[in-house]
T-cell receptor, first 112, second 115 residues
Framework: GESVGLHLPTLSVQEGDNSIINCAYSNSASDYFIWYKQESGKGPQFIIDIRSNMDKRQGQRVTVLLNKTVKHLSLQIAATQPGDSAVYFCAETVRGGFKTIFGAGTRLFVKA | KAGVTQTPRYLIKTRGQQVTLSCSPISGHRSVSWYQQTPGQGLQFLFEYFSETQRNKGNFPGRFSGRQFSNSRSEMNVSTLELGDSALYLC??????????????FGQGTRLTVV
């Protein structure tokens, strides 16, 4: 498939290591945040979400941290696997705004 | 449960033509959003529909339009195509974003190439 983005920030990690992907969001009124994973040739796939009344949420091998003070989100992937190689997007939504804004994305390479 | 279905998957059009893309949301989902994805601009919001009403629109020219039918299926249309309209067009559906935002599920997209 074609590249999602040719000039994205890139994170390269060794298989088995933990990965941390960061995102600065733009709107202080945003109250719902999602991380998506996009593999080549596919649409974005939901990974995990968090609402603004929380600062941490855990899923299977993934954790999202939200710092509203500095408008920062992070996605932590534990024990990164080759199948985690993809582009990761953060997205923000304002309740009632009916519009989701996506970050630029980060490309994650996992070295075997 | 079937996912979001977009048709066609690939399309090649000539400058000046128009194109219509289709999106069938997940059964039961009433909100449908459209996005344009390009390497240079990333994922850009086009518009969102709920119960046949457009509730929000992104910063795109009027050549880009859409609609939603009573069965929640949606179409988007681009008229007078330009080379810069070449992109992956993604559709996403969600349960209901009128009260509380919920996660959106994306289709595989339609790859439009304008020559």
């Amino acid at each position: 498939g074609e590249s999602v983005g040719l000039h994205l920030p890139t994170l390269s990690v060794q298989e088995g290591d933990n990965s941390i992907i960061n995102c600065a969001y733009s709107n202080s009124a945003s109250d719902y945040f999602i991380w998506y994973k996009q593999e080549s040739g596919k649409g974005p796939q939901f990974i995990i979400d968090i609402r603004s009344n929380m600062d941490k949420r855990q899923g299977q091998r993934v954790t999202v941290l939200l710092n509203k003070t500095v408008k920062h989100l992070s996605l932590q992937i534990a024990a990164t696997q080759p199948g985690d190689s993809a582009v990761y997007f953060c997205a923000e939504t304002v309740r009632g705004g009916f519009k989701t804004i996506f970050g630029a994305g980060t490309r994650l390479f996992v070295k075997a | 449960k079937a996912g979001v279905t977009q048709t066609p998957r690939y399309l090649i059009k000539t400058r000046g033509q128009q194109v219509t893309l289709s999106c069938s949301p997940i059964s039961g989902h009433r909100s449908v959003s459209w996005y344009q994805q390009t390497p240079g601009q990333g994922l850009q919001f086009l518009f969102e529909y709920f119960s046949e009403t457009q509730r929000n629109k992104g910063n795109f020219p009027g050549r880009f339009s859409g609609r939603q039918f009573s069965n929640s299926r949606s179409e988007m249309n681009v008229s007078t195509l330009e080379l810069g309209d070449s992109a992956l067009y993604l559709c996403a559906s969600s349960l209901d974003s009128s009260v509380l935002n919920t996660e959106a599920f994306f289709g595989q997209g339609t790859r439009l190439t304008v020559v």
